[in-house]
C-alpha cells in the first residue's frame, strides 16, 4: 500500500516526462478514432514492465511504436475474449444469467486490471489466460485491489481537471491518470507476486 504516493508522483521523477506526457495526451487524443488504441495500450504495457523490472526511468520512451502497437493489440484482442463471455453470459437465457453476469462484471473489475500486469510481465498471451493465478493474486490482495479501485474515482477527478485547461487539457490529464493506475497495480505486483 505503499505505492499509493508514488504513483502520483513517479511520472515527475523522469527529466523527459513532460514529453512523454505531451505525446502520451496527443496519443489518447487520436483514440477516438479507434484505430491509436493498441498504441496506447502497448505504451501501458511497457510501463507497467518497467515498473515490474524496476527499469528507470519508468516511463517509456515513444519509440519501437510497432513492437508497442502489436503488443497492445494481443492485450486488447485478451479484454475483448473476456468480455465475450461476459456478454454470452448475459445473454445465454439460462436461469439466473443477468445475476451471474453482474457477479463476473464485478469480478472483472478486480481481474482485468491484475490479468494486464501479468501480461506486462510475461508479454505472452498465454499468461492472459493463467485464471488460477490471477485469481489467486486477486484473492491474495484484495483489499489492496479495492482501495485502487476506488482511488480510479480520484484519478478520474484528476483526468477532468484538464478541462480547466481549455478542454485540450484532459487528454494529458487523463494520460497522467492512465499512467497512475498502471503503477499501482503493477507495483503491486512487483512488491507482492
Known amino acids: 500500500?505503499?505505492?499509493?504516493?508514488?504513483?502520483?508522483?513517479?511520472?515527475?521523477?523522469?527529466?523527459?516526462?513532460?514529453?512523454?506526457?505531451?505525446v502520451?495526451?496527443?496519443?489518447?487524443?487520436?483514440?477516438?478514432?479507434?484505430?491509436?488504441?493498441p498504441l496506447l495500450a502497448g505504451y501501458l504495457v511497457a510501463l507497467r514492465a518497467n515498473i515490474i523490472n524496476n527499469k528507470t526511468p519508468l516511463l517509456p520512451e515513444w519509440t519501437n511504436l510497432g513492437e508497442k502497437y502489436t503488443k497492445g493489440l494481443v492485450l486488447a484482442l485478451g479484454m475483448i475474449l473476456y468480455s465475450l463471455f461476459g456478454f454470452v453470459l448475459r445473454k445465454s437465457g439460462i436461469p439466473l444469467s443477468g445475476l451471474f453476469a453482474f457477479v463476473y462484471r464485478l469480478i472483472m473489475l478486480f481481474y482485468l486490471p491484475v490479468m494486464s500486469v501479468f501480461y506486462a510481465k510475461e508479454q505472452t498471451f498465454e499468461s492472459m489466460f493463467k485464471i488460477g493465478e490471477?485469481?489467486?493474486?486477486?484473492?491474495?490482495?484484495?483489499?489492496?485491489?479495492?482501495?485502487?479501485?476506488?482511488?480510479?474515482?480520484?484519478?478520474?477527478?484528476?483526468?477532468?481537471?484538464?478541462?480547466?485547461?481549455?478542454i485540450i487539457g484532459v487528454v494529458f490529464t487523463a494520460f497522467y491518470s492512465l499512467a497512475a493506475q498502471a503503477y499501482l497495480y503493477a507495483a503491486l505486483y512487483r512488491d507482492k507476486a
Do not use: E, R, T, Y
Not at 480520484?154 to 480547466?164: P, Y
Open 1 to 22: 500500500m505503499n505505492n499509493i504516493g508514488k504513483a502520483f508522483s513517479f511520472v515527475f521523477d523522469d527529466p523527459q516526462w513532460l514529453g512523454k506526457v505531451l
Open 134 to 166: 490471477i485469481l489467486q493474486f486477486v484473492m491474495k490482495n484484495f483489499v489492496d485491489l479495492l482501495v485502487f479501485w476506488l482511488l480510479h474515482f480520484v484519478l478520474a477527478i484528476i483526468a477532468v481537471m484538464g478541462l480547466i485547461g481549455l
Open 24 to 37: 502520451g495526451g496527443l496519443v489518447l487524443f487520436s483514440c477516438v478514432l479507434v484505430i491509436p488504441i
